[in-house]
């Protein structure tokens, strides 16, 4: 099955192990991916905090170029990414306004053919029955699935089945193995951008969010977002700092824990890049 | 009802006129409040916020844009997932960031935060994508937070998250075309 | 030549400070047809009233036209006194020169030849009047209440001891329907099922009152006065008259565990069961989805225990058609369940229950006997939060109205808990508190001040469960919308009442209207509130908005007058507005067709197939023709039909193209 695939800043920064992990998982998928040339940054939180125009305008561009390359179906693995392009495609096909203002100003036009998918759209495709019934290991692990804010809300831009307790992330890992427990904390936020700029109020979100996946008994905590990721895992010292706990709980990207039950090493899957250790992961996963 | 221009010129009026959000719909029920996760760090809560909206005077429109709140909204959409009266907060939110920025109204508090939001796109102009390095670099520069974080850096560029060069330019300078004065809804 | 008299009226200044009423009398002395015209102070009074009467028997007028207000204000005033000066009441209308001019306008010129023209048309029309009679029905005394709620019983019970009969229908296998759910009633703390089961027993015992349980009703044909109703009494599995009631049966059904609908899914009942204890009848049904012998063709345990030997297996439903004069509708409403809640839970902690539940939990007859106990393990709830507006008034979920019965039924949960669990907190979350009724108020005060119940105004945005508590997260408005968690052993939605979910079908099979709610509507939200649309078809209770338990029982009584005053008459006299499809000599009979388009745009069902015969008994054609205790006058099918056959008495064609012609010849 082949996709476009529209990284953002983050999956080749802070954040590239899981794309590391994505492509690493590809081939064994039978995926391919058709990256959206020249790329440029969908302007994440910061430019609709300051300009509504403008943040339609750098996802346009995007979803422009993505035209140009005729890919059908755009998966965008960033949670921040995705919600961006997702609202500027309903903006661009919806709010006749915009659209004009933005052809006028930057000539930029999108007819709105690419579709626009969650990493979890892809691998519910992919991971089937069959799929899962050859997978070389099984990850058979008590996880609690973490979708964060923007995989799930807003809704119309989601269209997402049970908002306040989705379950599309369950399904997945539960074909390769693990075992997802019921939790109170799955789409609730973890601080996101104000990871620089209000680190206590992080520590404090995120603390809540831990607490509440040890007490369940998870073992890992699988998240599709690299916001989220790095606010629970490279963030882990703030938060312990904050609730003064300390938790072992390693943070997984869900394209991780596909690649455990493939067969792939924690090497391939860039697990080294964690703050967080997944030595309890990998040695019992092996 | 939106015959007097004295009601088009307070920010219930624009945010109705120009986007369609009435927040005359708010009947006060908080819970926005109730579930906003920053919400025990904010100085007026957002119903206080839609309720001081929907006084529309000039005294309580300028305290709005002078809160602390409108920075510290994470835009999870918590609240307008849960709205009774279906009011898209975060969008009401933007509107008033951008509103304050354009007068200049932003909270001595919030300043760090607006400096981040300056540096992400300053970076993003300069180099189409976001290069981490330097939009901390300019960050620090603007706030003075240089100690923060300085702990991280090397563990981060050890683990390879950290880039020393920038991205290929992708030049996508022609869209920053915004300005402070004129900031569109 | 018609001899037609025309009456100005100033209604003091009403009119006449705008319209010149002098000028529109003479000017309409002119008109052709016009015998007599002459203007007036108050034409309603008594005076000018009998102007009209002695112009008529003076000048021997053929039609009257009274230049006035609206003829929602005096149309049967001044038909009454032609009718007592001999002429038929239907050759007088009124011309609206109030309401649709002097109101409306400054005074002017225009003004006043606004009125002429007014009255001109008016004119136009009475010149084509015909004499019409008002129409004759007899009435079937006898009426039909669906469903056997409160509401439905003080219906029946007010109708049959006026003397007429009833007959009863409720869908459940006793009567009783939510009210026999409650716990105790507000505001006067006194237990539900004490002072609603002997009203039970009365409807069981009233030598008037024909009591069908297990039944529904299927269809209803007919008009006022006339309607056959056809109920489907579904299979008891019982026979009644053996069965003593005694229960054994009940006790040897090896299913156990079917989630009580009485107790809200929160205790048990086997498959064949009597819902309570002080069910109406107290004899048992089998549930046959849930039956084993039903299933597997194996068990009849029932069977070999029962004494009496009254179960049988192969009973049939039975269909019968009844013959009734009126309807009342008292089908009541139903709760929102917990799981339609995403940021409670979806329904999937078992410690947050809905209003409902919470009654089974404190009732003496429910599942924990009136002990306060929550559902997940039994414990006694120390913490328990109630929550109001759970659905209601919230437009994104599609609810905009207030349910109306919470307030205070969430004041007594609390009130009762803490009666109940004396060093165990209550909080309610609350919008508002509406409580309006007679001795409401003071009730939630006494909650407040008395029983300490800690109200907070603001609304939950989320609960969900962390270690065994239930947590709630809300804010408290009051104090500068401050978050508030509280960690509960127990939740209590306040859902919203919604309409039951058969209602839309119910109202399809009487046709009445419903809203978009699928609440029955009334006639009048003001004026006519128990009547529906449909002549004869009354509402009373919640199946019309959800009401307490005070209101259901004023409404069903005020339904009740309604019917008997209906009953007081042998025959009914209805306006002759009704449609009518022509009739004409042989061979053509009528202009009709036969296309039937009007039979499929009559919102009342009136369109009956009519076939034309000779004399020999040959079949000639068949035509529609309109049952005048149906038609309502609405005239759609007027405008449906191809061939131009049908006519509205009163309102032909002719005469409103005679109207509408008048207005544009100069």
Redesign the interface.
Same mark, same amino acid.
Request: positive net charge; proline residues 5%.
């Given at each position: 099955m082949k996709f476009g695939l529209y990284p953002g800043c983050s999956l080749e920064a802070s954040s590239r192990e899981y794309l590391e992990s994505l492509r690493a998982i590809a081939p064994k998928l039978g995926l391919e991916f058709e990256e959206v040339k020249n790329w440029n940054c969908c302007g994440a939180s910061s430019a609709h905090a300051i300009d509504h125009l403008f943040s339609v305008a750098l996802p346009a561009t995007i979803l422009a170029q993505a035209e140009q390359q005729q890919l059908k179906d755009l998966v965008v693995p960033c949670a921040a990414c995705y919600s961006r392009l997702a609202i500027a495609k309903i903006e661009l096909t919806e709010n006749a306004k915009v659209r004009n203002e933005l052809q006028a100003k930057y000539h930029l036009s999108y007819t709105g053919t690419t579709n626009i998918l969650t990493i979890l759209d892809v691998l519910e495709r992919v991971i089937t029955p069959e799929v899962s019934k050859q997978l070389p290991k099984r990850f058979t692990k008590n996880v609690v699935c973490y979708y964060g804010c923007l995989l799930v809300r807003p809704q119309r831009i989601t269209n997402v089945q049970r908002v306040e307790d989705p379950q599309q992330m369950e399904e997945i890992v539960k074909t390769i193995g693990a075992h997802p427990l019921p939790w109170g904390m799955k789409t609730e936020c973890c601080g996101a951008s104000f990871s620089i700029t209000r680190t206590e109020l992080v520590g404090k979100l995120c603390g809540r969010v831990l607490d509440d996946a040890v007490c369940r008994g998870a073992e890992a905590i699988i998240v599709a977002c690299p916001m989220c990721h790095s606010n629970l895992d490279m963030r882990r010292s703030v938060i312990e700092h904050v609730t003064g706990k300390k938790y072992t709980i390693p943070v997984l990207f869900i394209t991780q824990v596909i690649g455990f039950a493939l067969g792939l090493t924690p090497a391939q899957l860039g697990m080294t890049r964690h703050f967080v250790s997944t030595e309890s992961i990998v040695s019992t996963s092996v | 009802m939106l015959q007097d221009q004295k009601y088009r010129s307070t920010l219930s009026g624009t945010l109705y006129s120009k986007l369609g959000i009435h927040v005359e719909r708010c009947?006060?029920?908080?819970?926005?409040?109730?579930?906003? %996760?920053?919400?025990?760090?904010m100085d007026?809560? %957002?119903?206080?916020i839609l309720r001081m909206l929907q006084v529309e005077n000039e005294r309580y429109d300028r305290e709005v844009l002078q809160s602390y709140t409108i920075?510290?909204c994470?835009?999870?959409?918590?609240c307008?997932?849960?709205?009774?009266?279906?009011i898209?907060i975060?969008r009401v939110m933007?509107?008033l960031?951008?509103e304050s920025?354009r007068q200049n109204l932003i909270h001595p508090r919030a300043k760090?935060?607006v400096a981040?939001?300056v540096s992400?796109?300053n970076t993003?102009k300069r180099f189409?994508?976001?290069?981490?390095v330097g939009m901390?670099v300019e960050?620090k520069i603007r706030t003075r937070h240089f100690f923060?974080?300085v702990l991280?850096a090397p563990?981060?560029f050890l683990?390879?998250?950290?880039?020393v060069v920038p991205?290929k330019c992708?030049s996508?300078k022609?869209?920053?075309?915004?300005k402070k004065q004129e900031?569109?809804? | 030549m018609a001899r037609i008299g025309v009456f100005v009226c100033h209604c003091g200044e009403n009119i006449a400070a705008t319209v010149d009423c002098e000028k529109v009398a003479k000017a309409c002395a002119q008109l052709p047809g016009v015998a007599y015209s002459i203007d007036y102070k108050y034409m309603c009074s008594d005076p000018g009233q009998n102007l009209i009467r002695e112009a008529i028997k003076e000048k021997n007028l053929t039609g009257v036209v009274v230049a006035a207000c609206s003829p929602r204000m005096h149309e049967p005033t001044f038909r009454r006194a032609c009718a007592e000066a001999g002429l038929n009441p239907y050759l007088c209308e009124m011309a609206n020169i109030r309401e649709h001019c002097s109101w409306v306008h400054p005074k002017s010129e225009e003004t006043t030849l606004k009125a002429i023209d007014i009255v001109k048309t008016i004119i136009a029309k009475v010149r084509k009047n015909q004499p019409l009679y008002p129409i004759k029905v007899p009435v079937t005394k006898t009426a039909l209440v669906i469903g056997g709620g409160i509401a439905g019983i003080q219906a029946a019970l007010d109708i049959a001891n006026a003397g007429h009969r009833v007959i009863l229908v409720e869908k459940e296998p006793s009567i009783g329907g939510h009210m026999a759910q409650l716990s105790e009633t507000f505001p006067t703390l006194d237990c539900s099922q004490c002072i609603l089961t002997p009203r039970m027993v009365e409807v069981a015992q009233h030598p008037s009152i024909t009591l069908y349980t297990y039944a529904e009703v299927e269809s209803l044909t007919g008009f006022i006065g006339n309607f056959v109703a056809r109920i489907r009494k579904k299979a008891k599995s019982i026979d009644e008259k053996l069965c003593t009631g005694c229960g054994e049966c009940v006790n040897a059904c090896p299913i156990k565990k079917i989630p009580s609908e009485f107790n809200m899914g929160l205790g048990t009942r086997p498959a064949i069961y009597i819902p309570f204890p002080q069910a109406v009848p107290n004899k048992p049904v089998i549930d046959r989805s849930r039956c084993t012998y039903f299933r597997t063709g194996k068990c009849r345990f029932c069977e070999s225990k029962c004494p009496t030997k009254a179960i049988r297996f192969d009973q049939n439903d039975e269909v019968i058609n009844v013959q009734v004069g009126a309807v009342v509708v008292a089908t009541g409403f139903t709760v929102l369940e917990s799981t339609f809640f995403p940021e409670y839970g979806y329904g999937q902690y078992k410690d947050v229950v809905t209003g409902l539940q919470f009654e089974r939990i404190l009732s003496a007859s429910g599942p924990t006997l009136g002990e306060v106990r929550r559902p997940s393990d039994g414990a006694i709830p120390k913490k328990v939060v109630f929550i109001t507006c759970a659905g209601s008034r919230d437009p994104a979920k599609g609810i905009e109205y207030c349910s109306k019965i919470c307030c205070m039924y969430t004041a007594k949960h609390a009130m009762l808990y803490k009666h109940k669990v004396h060093d165990g907190q209550a909080y309610v979350f609350y919008m508002d508190i509406r409580a309006t009724g007679k001795g409401y108020d003071e009730f939630v005060r006494r909650a407040i001040e008395e029983d300490h119940v800690k109200y907070i105004r603001g609304r939950v945005s989320r609960v969900y469960e962390r270690n065994g508590k239930i947590v709630v997260c809300g804010a408290d408005t009051l104090l500068g919308a401050e978050p508030v968690e509280i960690e509960a052993d127990m939740v209590v939605l306040a859902t919203a009442g919604v309409a039951n979910p058969g209602a839309e079908e119910l109202a399809q099979a009487l046709h009445i209207s419903y809203d978009r709610h699928r609440f029955f509507t009334e006639a009048h939200p003001k004026l006519r509130p128990v009547e529906t649309n449909t002549a004869g078809i009354f509402l009373a209770g919640a199946c019309q908005s959800p009401k307490d338990i005070p209101e259901s029982v004023g409404q069903a009584s005020a339904t009740a007058s309604k019917v008997v005053a209906l009953f007081s008459r042998d025959e009914l006299t209805r306006e002759p507005i009704v449609a009518v499809v022509n009739r004409c000599a042989p061979p053509l009979y009528s202009t009709c067709v036969g296309c039937f388009m009007c039979q499929t745009a009559c919102p009342y069902s009136a369109i009956e197939r009519e076939e034309l015969r000779t004399r020999d008994g040959t079949l000639v054609k068949t035509v529609a023709r309109v049952n005048p205790g149906l038609c309502q006058g609405c005239g759609t099918c007027v405008a449906f039909c191809r061939s131009k056959s049908i006519d509205l008495q009163g309102y032909s064609n002719e005469q409103m193209y005679a109207e509408v012609v008048e207005l544009f010849a100069e």
């Open positions: - | 009947y006060q029920c908080g819970k926005c409040s109730a579930g906003c %996760p920053a919400a025990s760090a007026l809560k %957002p119903s206080i920075w510290l994470l835009s999870c959409h918590t307008s997932t849960r709205c009774p009266m279906e898209d975060p933007d509107v960031r951008s920025l760090d935060i981040f939001h992400f796109l993003i189409g994508r976001l290069w981490e901390i960050y923060q974080d991280l563990v981060l683990k390879g998250k950290l880039t991205h992708v996508i022609q869209l920053f075309t915004w900031s569109s809804l | -």
